[in-house]
Structures are given as C-alpha cells and as structure tokens.
C-alpha cells in the first residue's frame, strides 16, 4: 500500500505563483505514472497534469486550461512530484489531488487523464486564488 503526502496549497493573488509537493510513502513505488488532479466546489474531479517515462524518457501532458501556466516536474523515479503553478486565476481554486497509477498499463492520453487508473491519491491540498 502506497501513501501519497501533499504539501504546498495556500492562498495567492491572481497572477501569483505556488508550487505543490508529493511524496509517495515508499521509495519502492518507483517509475509510475504520477498525476495532479483538482476539484472545484461543485465540480468534477479534473485532470490537471501527468509525468510518465518509458525507459529513461520522461513524459509530461497537461490540461488545456494549465498549459502554459503549470509545470509537473518529478525525481528521476517519480518517486516525488511537483506542480509548479503560475500565472495563476481565480478559476483554478480547487482542492488539488496527488495521484498515481497502480500499474503502467496506460497507453493513451484519455487513459493518463481518467481519475478510474489512478490507484492511489493524496488527501488534497486547498489551492484558493484571490482576485
């Protein structure tokens, strides 16, 4: 069993910057597709960004809303995570969640992006952005 630890939320002015922070609780949980997803009030879970490698090559995609604007960015293992935020808007006030993927069976951009293949999710960290 995997436990994801978050770190980073807070509350920011429009235009501002934070960075979230993921730690998986075992340094064996290695090499796995990591996600960050968010959840606005009254909203759907949403995919925000995902980091993968196949082999030594890294792979990162991201939301339409985020691209630009968000970076994910990860220890050669993806082991630990990061979702640089900038240029943030009030529209990205969410609870932000950690995800990772049980297995490496995704082979497709919907199938990195669905919440049903992630096996393990932090607890979220509130991410409030003022105007």
């Known amino acids: 069993q995997v436990q994801l630890v978050e770190s980073g939320g807070g509350l920011v002015q429009a235009g501002g910057s934070l960075t979230l922070s993921c730690a998986a609780s075992?340094?064996?949980?290695?090499?796995?597709?990591m996600g960050w997803f968010r959840q606005a009030p009254g909203k759907e879970r949403e995919f925000v960004a995902v980091?993968?490698?196949?082999?030594?090559?890294?792979?990162?995609d991201y939301a339409d809303s985020v691209k630009g604007r968000f970076t994910i960015s990860g220890d050669n293992a993806l082991n630990t995570v990061r979702l640089q935020m900038n240029s943030l808007k009030p529209e990205d006030t969410a609870v932000y969640y950690c995800?990772?993927?049980?297995?490496?069976?995704?082979?497709?951009?919907?199938?990195?992006?669905?919440?049903?293949?992630?096996?393990?999710w932090g607890q979220g960290t509130q991410v409030t952005v003022s105007s």
């Open positions: 075992e340094r064996t949980f290695r090499d796995h597709p």
């Open positions: 995800a990772a993927q049980k297995t490496y069976s995704c082979s497709g951009p919907g199938c990195f992006q669905a919440v049903r293949r992630y096996d393990y």
């Open positions: 980091i993968r490698k196949s082999g030594s090559v890294y792979y990162a």
